[in-house]
């Protein structure tokens, strides 16, 4: 079993919709990182998250330390969020989820 | 600010050779953290570097190695490649000392090809 586990694998959606991908982990950790990754390769990174909720523009992020279970939330999708989120979580090294493949159809 | 840096973009080498890459962090970046991703394995942690020493490694063979320059510019290198070495190397700096507990900051890749 992973040390991390990101669900959906796949995942389609119509524009406007909300979207939630899950991420779950069994290790301890410092931080837990979501990231972005384009077609063609380049990785962006979203939010970093010891603890609590962020939100930047249409994305929130949550973490809960007890249940070692972290959401990334997209409000109204749009196109060009389609990508590959990737969770990561850091605590010595960085482990990483094998990403949600999100695609948004006009 | 210019963005992280990665030198070169494309790389095609044989089994069993060698080959360098390197790594132009953000300036005033001090962490360097490199990554191997493949289509099976997905992303994998190598190693972290700061202040040119290696923090934190990565649960790969001693074939890959690693350092950093005093200018916080980083190099990775493999000896003896092997067929499955073939990856998209990804370099990422981090502006906090916390170096993985930072937000990173990732560079283009280099596309490495072993035949």
């Known amino acids: 079993k992973n040390e991390v586990e990101q669900s959906p694998q796949n995942l389609t959606a119509q524009e406007g919709e909300f979207i939630t991908i899950n991420c779950s982990y069994s290790v301890g950790i410092s931080a837990l990182h979501w990231l972005q990754q384009h077609p063609g390769g380049g990785i962006v990174s979203l939010f970093m998250l010891s603890s609590g909720k962020k939100k930047h523009g249409r994305l929130i992020a949550t973490i809960n330390i007890q249940e070692k279970h972290s959401s990334l939330h997209i409000t109204a999708s749009h196109p060009r969020d389609s990508a590959v989120y990737i969770c990561?979580?850091?605590?010595?090294?960085?482990?990483f989820g094998a990403g949600t493949r999100l695609t948004v159809k006009p | 600010k210019a963005g992280v840096t990665q030198t070169p973009r494309y790389l095609i080498k044989t089994r069993g050779q060698q080959v360098t890459l390197s790594c132009s962090p953000i300036?005033?970046?001090?962490?360097v953290s490199w990554y191997q991703q493949t289509p099976g394995q997905g992303l994998q942690f190598l190693f972290e570097y700061f202040s040119e020493t290696q923090r934190n490694k990565g649960n790969f063979p001693g074939r890959f190695s690693g350092r950093q320059f005093s200018n916080s510019r980083s190099e990775m290198n493999v000896s003896t490649l092997e067929l499955g070495d073939s990856a998209l190397y990804l370099c990422a700096s981090s502006l906090e000392s916390g170096g993985l507990l930072g937000t990173q900051y990732f560079g283009p890749g280099t596309r490495l090809l072993v035949l």
């Open positions: 990561a979580v850091s605590s010595g090294d960085m482990r």
């Open positions: 300036s005033g970046h001090r962490s």
